[in-house]
């Protein structure tokens, strides 16, 4: 070993900030793996490394650690982020996707429930007696519920086993806030439909689904 070189760099006054950035640039490459940690204990080595570099004005090992550690974990640390970043933009859509058809199935499934307990409700002769008036016209579940006669409500809470009013969709985001039925006396059917508050923006689900909803 040249002792003169290293008496030489034992000499050097060097400032703690060279410390401070071969513990940073150290730090950044345990912490790459975490998505931009890595790279941010990197940069600011890098920049106390260079400050350090000025202010000895000769050759430090400790300040050229903490350079060449911190370019090393901002480098990895932005090759995760960028790995992170494409598998995310593959993974995320196939999700929603996924979340999207969850939340219509059971949408779905909760319209063939409905339309199932209004057919046993109308099987009750006073029930169908008083909802005479009340076919081939579409009813809201959140706003036109209680304009309909008390014994089919009521009916239909004992079937259900809670109220229709309180039913929301799971799939809102092409604007769905309830449920509708209508009654048609001609087929003797019963038609369900995701709503958003008006029937010109209504969706079949029962007995057929819409192209629309699924769209």
Not at 162 to 171: C, H, Q, V, W
Request: glycine residues 8%; aromatic residues 10%; contains cysteine.
């Amino acid at each position: 070993m040249d002792n003169s070189n290293y008496e030489q760099e034992s000499s050097i006054k060097r400032p703690a900030i060279a410390v401070i950035s071969l513990i940073l640039g150290i730090i950044s490459i345990v912490a790459s793996c975490g998505v931009g940690v890595g790279a941010i204990f990197g940069i600011v080595a890098i920049i106390l490394a260079i400050v350090a570099k000025k202010k000895i004005n000769q050759k430090d090992g400790v300040s050229t650690g903490g350079l060449v550690t911190g370019i090393i974990g901002t480098v990895i640390s932005l090759i995760v982020f960028f790995i992170v970043a494409i598998m995310g933009a593959a993974i995320v859509p196939s999700a929603m996707r996924y979340t999207s058809k969850s939340e219509m199935s059971t949408d779905i499934q909760t319209g063939s429930t409905i339309a199932s307990a209004i057919n046993a409700s109308l099987a009750v002769e006073d029930v169908y007696i008083d909802m005479q008036a009340y076919t081939d016209t579409v009813y809201s579940l959140s706003d036109d519920y209680y304009d309909l006669p008390e014994s089919f409500r009521n009916e239909m809470e004992e079937i259900m086993g809670k109220s229709l009013y309180d039913l929301e969709p799971e799939y809102t985001k092409n604007g769905a806030t309830g449920y509708a039925f209508m009654i048609d006396s001609y087929s003797n059917q019963v038609h369900v439909y995701i709503s958003s508050g008006s029937w010109y923006n209504a969706w079949e689900i029962y007995p057929n689904v819409s192209d629309d909803y699924i769209d």
